[in-house]
T-cell receptor
Framework: GAVVSQHPSWVICKSGTSVKIECRSL??????MFWYRQFPKQSLMLMAT?????????EQGVEKDKFLINHASLTLSTLTVTSAHPEDSSFYIC?????????????FGPGTRLTVT | AQTVTQSQPEMSVQEAETVTLSCTYD???????LFWYKQPPSRQMILVIR??????QNASENRFSVNFQKAAKSFSLKISDSQLGDAAMYFC???????????FGKGTSLLVTP
């Protein structure tokens, strides 16, 4: 149980275009999902926290208008990179947690590699 | 803000030997959670072990155990009988409330040699 999927696993897009990344909790309802960004050989940096049905909370320095996050259902959150540029190329990882108070761990998706040419 | 420090960018261990990865953190909270995650080349984050700060007993999972020193704010991971499959990046992570995100250290790259 507790499987999180991400789609696509790898995407290449041209500079100036937008790309959407989906994060799904397959066998549980995720009241909260987190989006992380990871550059090569670096750690995971939190971009934003999204709660189902409400606006995402972005970390300082993350452009809200560039990284649009939607958490429309208890099993799906999406990250849209708008007007992508080469510097947006990175590995994006989502994680999800249930609403159960006894749950104290996050379940990670396999990540999405974004390459902007 | 809480900070997590992993002072060993790279570590190497021979197969079947034991290795310890270090992690320190800074917090003013009394209740929190600590984690070790493994990230193999596939980049899938895998939970290795977790520790609740209110529990004095050190957590252990098979060959993996931690040495949790709350007063010293230290949380090291010991891997016993190392296997080739243990080679990966290891991240130490801190979390306060259950709803909060994880705060990761910079990671330690573990190399396992035959």
């Amino acid at each position: 149980g507790a499987v999180v999927s991400q789609h696509p696993s790898w995407v290449i897009c041209k500079s100036g275009t937008s790309v959407k990344i989906e994060c799904r909790s397959l066998d549980f309802q995720a009241t909260t999902m987190f989006w992380y960004r990871q550059f090569p050989k670096q750690s995971l940096m939190l971009m934003a926290t999204s709660n189902e049905g409400s606006k995402a909370t972005y970390e300082q320095g993350v452009e809200k208008d560039k990284f649009l996050i939607n958490h429309a259902s208890l099993t799906l959150s999406t990250l849209t990179v708008t007007s992508a540029h080469p510097e947006d190329s990175s590995f994006y990882i989502c994680s999800a947690r249930t609403g159960l108070t006894s749950s104290y761990e996050q379940y990670f998706g396999p990540g999405t590699r974004l390459t902007v040419t | 803000a809480q900070t997590v420090t992993q002072s060993q960018p790279e570590m190497s261990v021979q197969e079947a030997e034991t290795v310890t990865l270090s992690c320190t953190y800074d917090t003013s909270e009394s209740d929190y959670y600590l984690f070790w995650y493994k990230q193999p080349p596939s980049r899938q984050m895998i939970l290795v072990i977790r520790q609740e700060a209110y529990k004095q007993q050190n957590a252990s999972e098979n060959r993996f155990s931690v040495n949790f020193q709350k007063a010293a704010k230290s949380f090291s991971l010991k891997i016993s009988d190392s296997q080739l499959g243990d080679a990966a990046m290891y991240f130490c992570a801190y979390r306060s409330e259950p709803g909060y995100a994880l705060n990761f250290g910079k990671g330690t790259s573990l190399l396992v040699t035959p």
